[in-house]
């Protein structure tokens, strides 16, 4: 059975920093592509950023604030998310595809086949 399981959600103050972390089992996810999204209540399940065989993406509203990174030999992937902003408050989820070849619709959701449950980031202001 494949799960992904996040972690290292919370509440921090604007200007603040946190480290998400994905940890996967059931199968060897060093050979896919993983993503971030995040959800907002009353929003759509948004792109964060991506990680592929050779490259890694974000969307513009996070670019130079968030990385993305993994440690294959964990079977876990990390969103280091500084400078928040209220506006980055949401649940965020770790996904994963079934290849690591680049997709250019690496930003919708439809195109990730494992989800976690989401944690919970709270930026107060």
């Known amino acids: 059975q494949v799960r992904l399981v996040e972690s290292g959600g919370g509440l921090i103050q604007t200007g603040g920093s946190l480290r998400l972390s994905c940890t996967t089992s059931?199968?060897?996810?060093?050979?896919?592509?993983m993503g971030w999204f995040r959800q907002a209540p009353g929003e759509e399940r948004e792109f964060v950023a991506t990680i592929s065989r050779y490259s890694t993406y974000y969307a513009d509203s996070v670019k130079g604030r968030f990385t993305f990174s993994r440690d294959n030999a964990k079977n876990t992937v990390y969103l280091q998310m500084n400078s928040l902003k209220p506006e980055d408050t949401a649940v965020y989820y770790c996904?994963?595809?079934?290849?690591?070849?680049?997709?250019?619709?690496?930003?919708?959701?439809?195109?990730?086949?494992?989800w976690g449950q989401g944690t919970q980031v709270t930026v107060s202001s």
């Open positions: 059931g199968r060897t996810f060093s050979s896919v592509a």
């Open positions: 996904a994963a595809r079934t290849t690591a070849d680049y997709d250019s619709l690496y930003y919708l959701p439809s195109r990730y086949a494992y």
